[in-house]
């Protein structure tokens, strides 16, 4: 068990990719914390996990407000005794992101407000701020520690009609790149895992919508990689285990001299891929 004795919170761990994590930390061996605004998704996640034979407490905290997630840590020290991992997991997708589903109306990069801008960015960059602020009180006393924030392919190359969003993600990137180098003295590792694929619908879904509990790609339908703009060819959908996997990977001792990065999950060589179309002759089909 890759995490036995550790403890770790994680917020926005009410669905998605937070709950599918939060599941595989407890069964490696981590008790964990499951943080998230909707307190009801919250327990449900906290109930998946005892219902798996793990250890789990749910609390609620709007991560964009820095005493609520201040709350949430010190209630997990105070509970666990102690804090090994933290990973600041939440986030929102900025206003209009969500029309090319047909979920919310288009809105002009100009039409977008202030209170659109100060919504994502409090959550999606002051909320892994306050989280690591909260956590690293913790940690430099103990000697040790891991922080992980969940960034986005968004942060490295540009998505169309969510310019808030990519902002918002590449200050993370920015972020963990400068706490690694202020942390590491103290024995704190910092990283981001930036997520391509397999990633939860209910990210452009309104608060309170069922959790879907599967990748975009999963529940899009029966799988066919020969029509997967995905350049790896492989016979099954990226799925949120996928990313998980990798903060697994990143907060445990298999990592245990990676700090600073950012490490482009469930990426199947999207992110290499050159910004052109080129005839299939440049890319033959394998030789059977």
Known sequence: MRLQGKV???????????????????????????????????????????????????????VADREQITTAVNQTVDHYGRLDIAWANAGIVSR?????????????????TEADWQHVLGVNLSG???????????????????ILATSSAASLVAYPKIAMYCATKAGVNGLVRALSLDLGRYGIRVNAIAPT????????????????????????????PAVSPIPLKIPRPPSLQDNAKVALFLVSE??????????GATDGGTLARVGMWFPEDLNPEPAQ
């Open 197 to 224: 694929h397999g990633m939860s619908p209910n990210f452009l879904m309104p608060p309170g919508s069922p959790v879907v509990g599967q990748s975009y790609e999963e529940s899009a339908g029966p799988w066919n």
């Open 254 to 263: 298999d990592s245990g001299y990676i700090s600073g990065a950012t490490i």
């Open 128 to 146: 892994v701020v306050f989280t690591a602020q909260a956590a690293v009180r913790h940690m430099k006393a103990a000697g040790s520690g891991v």
């Open 96 to 112: 209009g992101g969500a029309a090319a589903l047909g979920l919310e109306e288009a809105v002009e990069f100009e039409d977008l």
């Open 8 to 62: 770790a919170l994680i917020t926005g761990a009410g669905s998605g990719l937070g709950r599918e994590s939060a599941v595989l930390f407890s069964g490696e061996g981590a008790r964990v914390a499951i943080v998230d605004i909707d307190g009801d998704r919250a327990e449900q996640t906290r109930k998946l996990v005892e219902q798996a034979g793990g250890d789990a407490i749910s609390l609620i905290a709007d």
